[in-house]
């Protein structure tokens, strides 16, 4: 029996992360063994996504069948696990992709387990997260991550990030624009260095500023350098510049990557290791490092500890949250009121719509925020919310979650506008627009902002239709709120949305 096969056989206390890099994907398993995390089995493909990324930001048909016939091979490996053990994680390339949607749409034939994509500072995070859970270091230190299609930097002190930044250069990327073909030539090394500055000036002085005690690299192509450089026999400990610029001196004696026969460089990583070093170089230079070290952990190790701290009941999205209430200065009583609304709303519909727990969350985090819009205006308060939550960095939540959460509270009231309504790959349009009914279900039925205004009440559902039933005697002495409901009901029916309420009063509604 396998290594795999043993892991698989008994999967009771398992979790897996994958990672859907621009060159390679990864996936890690693991178990959590006193709060510690047990690496138990991995396994890495090369796919080379970016390569197939063209200059319009399509991607090709030959790299999506690549990904498909390695997502296709971990699905077999993943085959007993559940879904709530394996999270997946897209970076770089599924980010940038204007067909990203086409391959996450096949993917799903193959593949059973959702996929996230995720911004690149959240990327940011995940790789500090799993440096920081790795190795313990009491003072601050800078992570750097040179992937595929983006390099990553974070500063960050104990396991708390302070800065997150992601650029868009990477060894793949810059493999094809500066060492087509593998083509070595100091004008070639002098340009890509070049861009790499240029690519870093606007992060410099903030990152600078923060300061550290030790910078860190990560994963394969801060490794190949350093085996490489270890291999020459120069320094087996550490990176310095000087090491840099001497093995940047060697690679110039080849014309061609494809000629290049250095101790630690492996085959699939001959035409990485250029573009990867004139990548770090400018790192050294522009952020003025001196020295640093390579940890083997990353993405995925950020991505498993963050997955058993869930598991845990700590969900960094809570802290996320509570901070932008905080910041924006959110009335706390009217969420709470909210969100005890649509809570109760949400436990009499949820086996009907078949609705998550983790869709229960997301909507609670809306009642959360639903109004931080108010910090602009308060007029078009659902828009001013909107925008604040599409463009903020929002750690713990991938982009589709955070693209939900933004049109539930973007559609919170007011009308409907269905052409607007995103198309995501996790969520089914029936599952948003329940979801966007609760949200506005709760705050129409808030709008006195009292607590002990609304009576109980219950409600049931079924496809595309929800029925609320509300005291009689009650509603009769609710005008302004009958002629609410009456309005929301008018623009329910415009989504193809029942929205049914017994007893409610004739009234005349504009």
Known sequence: MTDSEQITSSNADYMAAVDLGSNSFHMVIARVIDGSLQLLHREKQKVQLAEGLNDELVLSEEAIERGLHVLAQFADTLQPFAPNAVRV??????????????FLRRAKVVFPFPIEV?????????????????????????????????TEFAIGEGLQPLRLSSRNMGCVSYGQSHFSQGKISPRRFERAILQAEQELEPIVSSFRTAGWQQAVGTSGTVKTIKDVISGLGWNSTSLRLNDLTALKHQLLQYNNASELELNGLTDDRKLLLCPGLAILIAAFNMLQIDEMVYVDAALREGVLYEMSERL???????????????????????????????QALFNQVQAAWQLTDDDGLLLSFACRVFEIGLHINSSGIQKHSAYILQNA???????????????LVRFHRRKIRADELPIFSLYQLPQVINLLVLLRLAVLLNQKRRDDFIPQFTASASAQQLQLLLPPEWLAQQSVLSADLQLEQKALKKIAFRLDCPGLPETVVY
């Open 89 to 102: 994680i897209a970076t770089y390339t599924l980010r940038r992709a204007r067909n990203s949607a086409t």
């Open 118 to 150: 995720i911004s690149g500072q959240e990327e940011a995070r995940f790789i500090y997260q799993g440096v920081a859970h790795f190795e313990h270091f009491s003072a601050k230190r800078l992570v750097i991550d040179i992937g595929g299609g983006s």
């Open 312 to 342: 845990q009941h700590h969900d960094i999205r809570e802290h996320t949250i509570s901070s932008m209430m905080r910041r924006y200065t959110v009335d706390d009583a009217q969420t709470q009121r909210v969100q005890h609304t649509a």
């Open 393 to 407: 960095n929002l750690p713990g939540f991938n982009q589709e979650q955070q693209q939900l959460l933004a049109c």
